[in-house]
């Protein structure tokens, strides 16, 4: 079949480039997540591809354009299936939907692109309304995801993660991700940052920054807000990991009885 391009191997090369770009992007920012393994996992399976593609170059029949745009297409509907769950169900990843859903539509458009001239006058303006829609969605995709992709509950639940393997402070430690836990749209999930973050603190013995969260705790309604169970698991986590230093740690509030 042929293809309208006046160079196929410099499209070849810019779509290999294309496909590098979205595995190192998935795998690079994968570790700004709370959960870094699905876009890092899609990100070397990208990676992957790429590279056998790359060294199908070298052979005397490397790989069409044609085929590469089904590749895409395949890939990024996968992608873009699996990224949307994440992005709307779990709330645990907000990179696999845009970056599949630029692969799905380059693949999706090339492919339009190669058969153009066979299509009918019908098919070409169905062809012509099906790009306009893959644009706005992906335009949608990208400014819900990467421009003010939130994941305030995901932040919560990697910070307990967090805190019962003992990782308390860094990169990704309790302390960071309880601090990311918060949202102004889901204000439920405040306290619930606030009171972690007071009890860490004061299990590390630094009062002043146990003060300040307290001082938020007590603004959102004090530890009446939170569900007891909550504030005892995080209790029972930092008694694990030092019972002397988890002495520090305050009695947790009963509920105030209605």
């Given at each position: 079949m042929?293809?309208?391009?006046?160079?196929?191997?410099?499209?070849?090369?810019?779509?290999?480039?294309f496909e590098f770009f979205i595995g190192l992007a998935l795998v690079y920012n994968s570790k700004n997540q709370p959960f870094p393994r699905p876009s890092a996992r899609f990100g070397w399976l990208v990676l992957m591809l790429a590279t056998l593609v790359l060294i199908g170059q070298a052979a005397p029949k490397p790989m069409t354009i044609?085929?590469?745009?089904?590749?895409l297409s395949g890939l990024g509907g996968f992608g873009l299936v699996a990224g949307v769950y994440q992005l709307a169900q779990t709330q645990r990843d907000v990179l696999v939907a845009p970056y599949s859903g630029m692969m799905f539509c380059?693949?999706?458009?090339?492919?339009?692109?190669?058969?153009?001239?066979e299509l009918s006058t019908a098919e070409q303006w169905a062809g012509f309304l099906t790009i306009v829609v893959l644009g706005g969605g992906e335009t949608w995709l990208i400014f819900r995801g990467l421009l003010i992709g939130?994941?305030?509950?995901?932040?919560?639940?990697?910070?307990m993660v967090a805190l019962m393997q003992?990782?308390?402070?860094?990169?990704?430690?309790?302390?960071?991700?309880?601090?990311?836990?918060?949202?102004?749209?889901?204000?439920?999930?405040?306290?619930?940052?606030?009171?972690?973050?007071?009890?860490?603190h004061t299990f590390?013995?630094?009062?002043?920054?146990a003060q300040n969260w307290k001082t938020y705790l007590d603004r959102e309604g004090g530890e009446s807000a939170v569900a007891r169970e909550y504030i005892q698991a995080i209790h029972d986590a930092l008694t694990d990991l030092d019972s002397q230093a988890a002495e520090r740690l305050p009695a947790i509030e009963n509920k105030e009885s209605e």
């Open positions: 042929a293809v309208p391009f006046s160079d196929e191997a410099s499209l070849r090369w810019i779509l290999i480039a044609f085929a590469h745009f089904v590749m380059v693949g999706v458009v090339g492919l339009m692109v190669s058969t153009w001239d939130k994941l305030p509950r995901a932040w919560s639940q990697a910070g003992g990782r308390l402070t860094g990169r990704n430690g309790a302390i960071e991700c309880f601090e990311k836990g918060w949202d102004a749209d889901e204000e439920h999930l405040n306290p619930m940052a606030y009171v972690a973050l007071h009890r860490i590390l013995d630094q009062d002043e920054e």
